[in-house]
């Protein structure tokens, strides 16, 4: 069981000095306001020095630029590449994708992918 310690003393802020550790970084590839790049292959080494996967939200990325392979997951919606609305992408690990039950699968599309 996990034990919070609050910080307690002159001009501290009594918010938790141990955190939780993080089960995955989700960042997007490319914001779709700006255009703005974040360095994800910085920030992917980073996050995977800590033992820390990442997804990375590819929406505004996957029709414009390469797709960063050192990512451990990769999403994106399918209507951003002419695919229909509703259809979108999930790449990952097959031993991670492999367990559980599919969530919110539709359309036919799920039998024709397993």
Excluded: N
Excluded at 36 to 60: E, T, Y
Excluded at 75 to 94: D, E, N, Q
Aim: proline content about 11%; some cysteine; glycine content about 14%.
């Amino acid at each position: 069981m996990a034990a919070l310690h609050w910080a307690r003393g002159p001009g501290q802020s009594g918010l938790p000095t141990r955190r939780p550790a993080p089960r995955l970084l989700a960042i997007t590839g490319a914001s779709h306001v700006t255009g703005w790049l974040p360095p994800l292959p910085d920030i992917i080494a980073a996050a995977h020095h800590r033992g820390i996967p990442v997804l990375v939200d590819a929406a505004q990325l996957a029709p414009h630029r390469p797709l960063p392979g050192e990512a451990d997951f990769l999403a994106w919606s399918g209507h951003k590449m002419y695919a229909p609305f509703g259809t979108g992408v999930l790449v990952g690990p097959r031993r991670v994708l492999a367990v559980g039950d599919r969530f919110l699968a539709g359309g036919g599309a799920a039998s024709c992918a397993t």
